[in-house]
């Protein structure tokens, strides 16, 4: 790796560092100072509060807990590997850099994961729950009596609470496919062909190995 390349791996390296950074500040200050109290209403639209889910981003869950965080684990992992190799293989700085805040964005929610559980005597050991802050009701209202399933009901959009982690592994991945989809169409395509080039090596050298 040239000293470009090094440059390049550092600075994404820090965005990555600075995502968690903030994000965890941010959680810890959301349960220190909101808690199980009030929200804190900062506009109509956008409140600040303190809610734990034990699933992915936005609360979506997968399979059990456990499996989870092993998952978001393996997840880093690989992206970890994948930035160094957009490194190593020339790919757009831009590219890099919503690869970065996704790996930013997983790394900060795995760290609740991993460590929350036992930290705030919630849990064991991976067992952890991801903490959340922002709430935005944009447009609340009710669903008409004609509407199907929820006529009558109370409205919400947008009601999902996230953090600072979601907001980065979700600006990460939709930047990558509105504005960098060639790049992902290459990123998929050279793997694809090394997977190739290593069944052919591994064919050839069993080859070798029967004669």
Known sequence: MNSEEKRILTGVSG???????????????????????????????????????????FGITLFNKIFLTLFRVVAVAGLIYLICYEVRKKYSLGFVVGSA?????????????????????EGAFCYGKVVDMFYF???????????????????VFFRPV??????????????LLIFKNKELARLFSDSDH??????????????????
């Open 15 to 57: 965005l990555a560092v600075l995502i968690i950074v903030m994000d965890q500040l941010l959680k810890y200050w959301v349960r220190v100072h909101i808690g199980d109290g009030p929200n804190i209403q900062v506009t109509n639209w956008f409140y600040l509060c303190f809610v734990q889910n034990n699933g992915m981003a």
């Open 101 to 121: 805040l996704i790996l930013g964005g997983a790394t900060g929610n795995i760290i609740d994961c991993l460590f929350y559980g036992v930290l705030f005597n």
């Open 137 to 155: 009701p944009l447009i609340q209202g009710t669903w008409p009596d004609w509407f199907p399933f929820w006529s009558g009901e109370p409205f």
């Open 162 to 175: 996230f953090n600072l982690a979601d907001s980065a592994i979700t600006c990460g991945v939709f930047y």
């Open 194 to 211: 090394s997977s190739k080039e290593n069944k052919e090596e591994k064919s050839e050298n069993d080859k070798d190995n029967n004669n």
